[in-house]
């Protein structure tokens, strides 16, 4: 079986012939190569290491100032792929072409073993059954309904670094992130007393031996730091049939798709169980308010055409269940970083979280309700400016399904000395929209772009960014027809988590100067420089209030 990390003779092969393929197709249609960018080092990788290794920060800053908001970039094996910052161009991919910018094809099939062919798999008329039949279960009022379920599993951890550090003189050095994943992984499978996104109690925080639990922890590392031989076959499999390359997933012997396999199994065998048990309850009218029940009772009532039968509702949770617990664990992580970085902030969060303390318990009242946590105008943000600068979903690659022509809010002058207002780009090119890149564009967010101030939310600049994305002109949970589903969920998450925890605890940096990267998985994780084959890791002083 063919190795995946393997570099061998047979690759270099394909690869040359993989080549001379790129070369015909540039030759024989609308091409990129006049757009200004980096020569390639190399043919076999050309950029590929920088794109997927350098910190998330360092290479968009390079393109942005060398090259401008769009820059054309090598992939493995000369492939040309165009990098996006420029956010009219992205807002025409995402806003206005609906399903003609679909996931490159040739990812479909790893994608597939990652969330099985669920939502986020799936784009143009499947997508659109599938997004109709979920919908109702991602409102408003469903987030709101998830409040009580995220405060008792933030309560639970506050509880638990609180008797760590009540053993330690009242200080200690806590890696908040595992803490965190372990959180949003139980608010996932928790709540067989109240409503909650699937009845299960996965009692991470609790440290319990549930596989499920197990099969799900750090599973986005699994892409973290590619070999240059998986960064090759990378390239190479975009000419290989995908059902080549899924019979190849299916039977590989790397440990790392193993994991992906043993995670497919786990969920499949849950979630199975669980379908029949919730359709029974529904059946005798004991429905509840989570997420399967929800999609469950929309199926129920969906035209026959577009139901979905059982072997498409397990996808979708398993979809859900990766797209929500480490985006959102990650993020408030972040969050606490920059409080910790900015004690100044922190206290002045404490102070509002204390301030609309008093009020609740004036009002009788013991806990924070959706209503409290909007208006708190500090933490909202905060929550906004941790979403800006860190958004963990850094880039979305996209492709495109015909030739078209991409407006630009800046012009860019290229390689023979054209200044161009719009870019005509061939069908099947592969694109990277920078979120990051975006956020951090001085030109719209202002010169201190790159310095982390919640104020700019509360003062006239919170008009900044271009009007793009579901949330604040923010683009962190994407935008247009595959946005990201779980937002409301999430801000609901976050607002919990920064409640609790900085209302009993307090986070500072460790006395020991420590380098944090901002290192890319599928999602942007910190990982302390030196010590990255530790894993993902934000260690923080953390003491009792
Ligand atoms: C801070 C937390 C989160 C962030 C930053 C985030 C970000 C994103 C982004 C950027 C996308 C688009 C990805 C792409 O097109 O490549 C996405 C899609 C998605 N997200 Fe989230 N997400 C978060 C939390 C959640 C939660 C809590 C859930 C579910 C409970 C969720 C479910 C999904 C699903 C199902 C998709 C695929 C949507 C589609 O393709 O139509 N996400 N998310």
Same mark, same amino acid.
């Given at each position: 079986m063919l190795d995946l990390v393997g570099e061998n003779y047979a690759l270099l092969s394909v690869a040359a012939a993989c080549g001379l393929y790129t070369l015909y197709r540039k030759y024989s249609r609308i091409s990129i190569s006049d757009v200004p960018g980096p020569e390639s080092k190399t043919f076999l990788l050309g950029h590929s290491k920088e794109l997927l290794l350098d910190d998330c920060g360092t290479t968009e800053a390079k393109f942005r100032q060398r090259y401008g908001d769009v820059v054309r970039v090598k992939a493995a094996l000369g492939e040309d792929i165009l990098w996006i910052a420029d956010h009219k161009a992205i807002k025409h991919i995402l806003h206005k072409s609906g399903y003609d910018y679909p996931k490159p094809p040739g990812d479909k099939p790893l994608r597939a073993m990652v969330t099985d062919q669920g939502l986020a798999w799936a784009d143009g008329e499947m997508h659109r059954r599938y997004k109709k039949i979920l919908l109702p279960a991602f409102g408003i009022p469903e987030a709101k309904e998830f409040l009580p379920v995220f405060t008792h599993v933030v309560t639970r951890l506050a509880d638990r670094w609180t008797n760590e550090l009540a053993e330690k003189d009242s200080t200690g050095i806590i890696n908040v992130a595992d803490g965190l994943m372990r959180v949003t992984l139980d608010a996932i499978g928790f709540g067989t007393w109240s409503s909650s996104a699937f009845d299960h109690d996965f009692g991470a925080v609790t440290e319990s031996e549930d596989p499920l639990m197990k099969s799900y922890t =750090?599973?986005?590392? +699994?892409? #973290?730091? /590619?070999?240059p031989g998986r960064l090759i076959f990378r390239g190479v499999s975009r000419f290989v049939p995908p059902s080549w390359l899924s019979f190849l997933y299916e039977h590989t012997s790397s440990p790392d798709i193993q994991r992906l396999r043993d995670n497919r199994h786990q969920v499949h065998t849950f979630a199975a169980g669980l379908i029949e048990f919730k359709r029974k309850a529904i059946e005798q009218g004991?429905?509840?308010?989570d997420i399967m029940s929800l999609l469950l009772k929309a199926n129920a009532s969906a035209k026959d055409d577009a139901k979905l039968r059982d072997d498409e509702i397990i996808p979708q949770m398993r979809t859900i269940m990766f797209a929500a617990h480490e985006t959102t664990a990650i993020t408030i992580a972040w969050g606490l970083y920059e409080l910790a970085k900015h004690p100044d902030t922190q206290a002045r969060l404490r102070e509002e979280i204390m301030e609309t303390r008093r009020k609740i318990k004036a009002r009788g009242e013991t806990e924070f309700t959706t209503n409290d946590f909007d208006a708190m105008p500090y933490m909202n943000a905060v929550m906004k400016e941790t979403l800006r600068l =860190? /958004? +963990? +979903? #850094?880039d979305i690659p996209r492709y495109s399904a015909k030739d078209d022509v991409l407006p630009l809010a800046n012009p860019i002058t290229t390689r023979s000395g054209k200044v161009i207002h719009e870019l005509p780009i061939p069908q099947g090119l592969r694109l990277t929209l920078s979120i990051y890149a975006y956020q951090t564009n001085e030109n719209l967010w202002g010169e201190d772009a790159l310095v982390f101030d919640p104020d700019r939310w509360l003062e006239e600049r919170d008009k900044a960014g271009a009007l793009i994305g579901v949330y604040s002109n923010l683009l962190s949970f994407s935008a247009? +027809?595959?946005?990201?589903?779980g937002w409301r969920l999430a801000l609901v998450q976050i607002q919990a988590s920064l409640v609790q925890l900085v209302s009993t605890l307090n986070f500072a940096l460790p006395d020991e100067p420590q380098d944090v990267r901002m290192f890319r998985t599928v999602t942007v994780v910190p990982k302390v420089a030196g010590r990255e084959h530790e894993g993902i890791q934000l260690p923080l002083k953390v003491s009792l209030l």
């Open positions: =750090h599973l986005m590392t +699994v892409f #973290a730091a /590619p070999s004991k429905g509840q308010r =860190h /958004p +963990v +979903v #850094a247009g +027809v595959k946005n990201c589903i």
